[in-house]
């Protein structure tokens, strides 16, 4: 778990390139195409600005349910979205805003209610924090930029990394290959 917090430690370095690489990642048209062309811009490092809105906007801009999820940690009733059983080619986005997340080339069913990836798109679009909501540790995620909860990581997931990232589905927005990604959400007045 150390390269957890190696990475945390990270993050405000990184800002500075994440600004200088603006305009280089969702202006291409490259990525709408399908998901590993996608994976592949994106782990070369997609620029992006943190987001950060108040309690207030964010509740305009969610549902009562995305908001109880991404804001305040809450964990959807396992096999109530649609997106457990989804697996068509596309890229998971976060819902609070648009950050891609996860791939469906790294998605599989484990069986749980929740759909699960063994890797995020890229390291560096999401935070770790760890979670003593069950008295018994767990590695809470969250979208890098918006800092949404999207679900909470564990070390029983398949080969090749053994990861299982167990995500909510209100959390997150599918965008099938072929179609564009949205823009990343700037605010209210989107
Ligand atoms: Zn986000």
């Known amino acids: 778990m150390v390269w957890f917090n190696s990475r945390m430690e990270n993050n405000s370095s990184r800002v500075g390139r994440r600004r200088l690489l603006v305009g ?5 048209p490259a990525l709408g195409l399908f998901g590993g062309r996608i994976f592949a811009d994106a782990e070369q490092g997609l620029a992006f600005e943190p987001l950060q809105l108040t309690s207030r906007q964010w509740r305009e801009i969610l549902s009562a349910e995305e908001y109880r999820v991404l804001r305040r940690d809450g964990t959807e009733r396992a096999f109530s979205s649609p997106l457990d059983k989804e697996f068509g080619n596309g890229t998971y986005v976060c819902a609070g805003c648009f950050l891609p997340l996860f791939s ?3 998605k599989y069913d484990s069986g749980t209610g929740w759909p699960s990836f063994w890797q995020p798109i890229n390291d560096e679009h999401i935070g770790t924090r760890r979670d003593f909501r069950l008295i018994i540790p767990r590695t809470e995620y969250h979208c890098a930029r918006c800092g949404g909860h999207q679900g ?11 990861q299982r990232w167990c995500n909510n589905g209100v959390a ?5 290959a072929g179609e564009s990604l949205p823009a990343l959400r700037s605010g209210i007045d989107d």
Do not use: C, K, M, Q
Not at 24 to 28: A, D, E, K, P, T
Not at 172 to 176: D, G, S
């Open 152 to 162: 909470h990581v564990f070390d029983d997931g398949p080969e090749p990394t053994g």
């Open 104 to 106: 469906s080339a790294h």
């Open 172 to 176: 997150l927005r599918f965008i099938p």
């Open 24 to 28: 280089l990642g969702f202006g291409l």
